[in-house]
């Protein structure tokens, strides 16, 4: 045969290849934008490398804290679960949905609140999200927005993972707050988010050597959880500081636990 046949069989066989791999969905973390109100905002969405778009899979909204606001769109996913993934990312088979917060910011004002959720839509419709597998975690400042969020979003989210996050201003931040509770009819702000949380799953996790949010605010939000009967696990680390994140995202039962959750049941 002549080489002019065997160079045609070869362009064939690469035009072949080419929609092959266009139609490939790229994986880990990958670089998306939003717009809020005019404003564009930059985010990040992990896509596991086994993903295939046949079917619904889990996904995790993670809210960071106060040290990784800004807006480049990739600091916050250098600590907490973003960390944990890269360190073991056969341990996490979702999709992980990471808005950032701009300096100045908290996760519990208007906006805020939007970029999180508007961030979070579009990474289900994007990556066949499972409505009923959806999850919400944060630490620290992140902590009090995931308490925040999941009290503005009845029976959206399967399950919440606040991560050494609390409900009242520690006394060294006093514009850190849980946003509901700014009116002063309500006298217990703890009791009242436990009737919000209702019977949402919830594991919590904090360091009783916590010097940034005292422990005291996990301490008093398991109670009230309890006496409401909700369905709620409570972690505490002995002589851990603020970085409680770092052993709570490897807790080897905390992927399993999240995934068993489904607001089918």
């Known amino acids: 045969m ?29 670089d998306r934008t939003i717009e ?13 490398a086994g ?37 073991n990312p056969s341990r996490f088979p979702l999709i992980v949905v990471f808005p950032q917060c701009p300096l100045g910011k908290i996760w519990g004002e208007p906006d805020m609140q939007s970029l999180a959720i508007d961030a979070l839509d579009a990474a289900i ?26 009290a503005r979003n009845p029976g959206r989210f399967a399950a919440i993972v606040p991560v050494c996050g609390g409900v009242q201003p520690p006394k060294d931040w006093p514009q850190l707050r849980v946003t509901l509770f700014d009116d002063p009819k309500i006298t217990d702000p703890f009791a009242d988010l436990a009737r919000k949380i209702g ?29 409401a009967g909700a369905n709620v696990k ?12 770092d052993k709570a995202y490897t807790e080897p039962e905390l992927m399993p636990w999240l995934l068993a959750q489904s607001l089918n049941r």
Not at 235 to 243: F, I, K, P, S
Request: hydrophobic share 40%; proline share 3%; aromatic share 12%.
């Open 199 to 227: 019977n949402t799953p919830v594991w919590m996790f904090h360091g009783d050597a916590d010097q940034a949010v005292p422990v005291e605010q996990s301490r008093q939000m398991a109670t009230a959880l309890k006496a």
């Open 2 to 30: 002549s080489c002019r046949f065997f160079l045609a069989l070869a362009c064939i066989a690469v035009l072949g290849a080419v929609p092959a791999r266009a139609s490939r969905v790229q994986t880990g973390f990958l």
């Open 36 to 48: 809020i109100s005019g404003i564009a905002y930059r985010y990040q969405v992990y896509v596991p």
């Open 234 to 245: 409570y972690t505490e680390y002995a002589g851990v500081d603020h970085n409680s994140w």
């Open 125 to 150: 419709r994007e990556f066949h999200g499972d409505r009923s597998h959806i999850y919400l975690t944060g630490l620290s400042m992140g902590g009090f927005g995931t308490w925040e969020t999941a």
């Open 51 to 87: 993903y295939r778009s046949k079917k619904s899979w889990p996904v995790i909204l993670f809210l960071h804290g106060a040290g990784e606001r800004g807006s480049d769109g990739l600091l916050q996913t250098d600590v907490g679960i973003g960390h944990a993934i890269r360190q």
